[in-house]
Nanobody, 122 residues
Framework: QAQLVESGGGLVQAGGSLRLSCAAS????????MGWFRQAPGKEREFVAA????????NYQDSVKGRFTIFRDNAKNTLYLQMNSLKPEDTAVYYC???????????????WGQGTQVTVSS
């Protein structure tokens, strides 16, 4: 069983940057596809980005392409999300997740962190 702990959230002005981290423990981190999701108040949890377990090929939601970068350090059992050019609509609780299935659906991820709040002011 994997345990995931996110960090790095906070308050930032529009146009600013943040880097989220997700530290994993338990089963082998490199065995999992890893993803970032977010949930804004009153909205469903949505896919942000994912990275494949073997190829490390990334996938992104269209609204974050060119602004966010997902990457992983298997030696440190850590997943990252570099977020640049942040917008107020990026405000949400961000969750990391680990799974073995498809990359964009919440249902294919087995393990979730507790979330970290990102607030972007205009």
């Amino acid at each position: 069983q994997a345990q995931l702990v996110e960090s790095g959230g906070g308050l930032v002005q529009a146009g600013g940057s943040l880097r989220l981290s997700c530290a994993a423990s338990g089963r082998t981190f490199s065995s999992y596809n890893m993803g970032w999701f977010r949930q804004a108040p009153g909205k469903e949890r949505e896919f942000v980005a994912a990275i494949a377990r073997r190829s490390s090929i990334p996938n992104y939601q269209d609204s974050v392409k060119g602004r966010f970068t997902i990457f992983r350090d298997n030696a440190k059992n850590t997943l990252y999300l570099q977020m640049n050019s942040l917008k107020p609509e990026d405000t949400a609780v961000y969750y990391c997740a680990a799974g073995l299935g498809g990359y964009s659906s919440t249902s294919t991820y087995n393990y979730w962190g507790q979330g970290t709040q990102v607030t972007v002011s205009s």
